[in-house]
């Protein structure tokens, strides 16, 4: 399958001009972005740790039946010779709209605890390594939903299958290949004022059923399960944000932890230290 972006995008547009707007009285459109500098020490993505300073932009809203979160990250931001990611690739998006079955069908679908339920979708950009030609093109689809969970409140809850166009060259590339469940939540837990609080915020991925340890490389190094988790706790004002949040990994992006490879042990499996400072457009 190739192209999938651009066919994800020509969908999206098929369906912006043919979905007549239903009055589905809960839905309050709004939109909302923010700029980030994040500083990140001991991140994992791939076999090894690093440390990178890097700028995120980040938005979201809703639109009727459109709901929509998604970032860009543009690594290594301050061109620093000290980051491990010095010269490396630089770019990096993930873009994630759901589509909401309530509004499509006119009609209520809440029940207890869950709120509404959407087509999801979850897409991922990232340039090539240097010295490679592949880089990363993902998609996951499936249900999501909105649901009601104690303390936390409404969270978003989804559980997708995976199609690899590309991922660095791995033998799973061009395929359907495992699953996804995701949740994500943000709690405020203190107000200072009505544009002042805390916040509790973060998401857990849990990526399982791959195929990937196909050939002998991948049998020694590689998974077919991984998990990431983000814990925050934020400080929010009305213009600006600062947060910090500890991101715990086991076997990120399905590299196993612990094993040599070229002369160095792979780190995979562990907890990361994240602190930002935010402007909010």
């Known amino acids: 399958m190739k192209n999938l972006i ?3 995008v020509l969908l999206t547009i098929f369906l912006f001009i043919n979905v007549s707007a239903k009055d589905i009285g809960d839905i309050t459109n709004s939109q909302w972005a923010t700029l980030h500098l994040y500083k990140g020490e001991k991140q994992r ?3 090894f740790a690093f440390d ?3 700028a995120e932009f980040e938005f979201g809203g809703r639109y009727e039946w459109l709901d929509l979160y998604g970032y860009i990250d543009f690594i290594d931001a301050l061109n620093s010779s000290t980051s491990d990611k010095h010269g490396d690739n630089n770019f990096f998006a993930d873009i ?4 909401s079955l309530d509004y499509l069908l006119d009609k209520d679908l809440s029940y207890g605890a ?3 339920l959407f087509f999801a979708f979850d897409i991922y950009y990232a340039d090539p390594s240097p010295g490679n030609d592949k880089g990363l093109k993902i998609l996951w689809m499936g249900l999501g939903s909105d649901i009601d969970i104690p303390w936390l409140g409404k969270s978003g809850v989804n559980l ?9 060259g791995s033998s799973n590339e061009n395929s359907f290949d495992g699953y996804v469940a ?4 943000f709690k405020p837990i203190y107000n200072f004022s009505e544009s002042k ?15 990937i340890p196909q050939i002998d490389f991948e049998k020694t190094y590689r998974t077919s399960d991984s998990l990431q988790s983000y814990l925050g706790l934020w400080l929010h004002e009305k213009k600006w944000t600062v947060g910090y949040g500890l991101k715990a990994y086991k076997d990120m992006t399905q590299w196993k932890d612990g094993e040599i490879l070229n002369g160095k042990k792979t780190d995979t499996t562990g907890f990361a230290h994240y602190f930002n400072v935010g402007y909010k457009f």
């Open 182 to 185: 995701h949740i994500n939540w």
């Open 6 to 8: 651009f066919k994800i």
């Open 197 to 211: 609080f805390i916040s509790f915020q973060g998401y857990l991925d849990y990526e399982f059923g791959s195929d």
């Open 160 to 168: 997708y299958t995976r199609y690899i166009e590309e991922n660095y």
């Open 114 to 116: 869950l709120k509404e």
């Open 45 to 47: 993505a791939g076999p």
């Open 96 to 99: 994630e709209p759901r589509i």
């Open 52 to 54: 990178d300073t890097y």
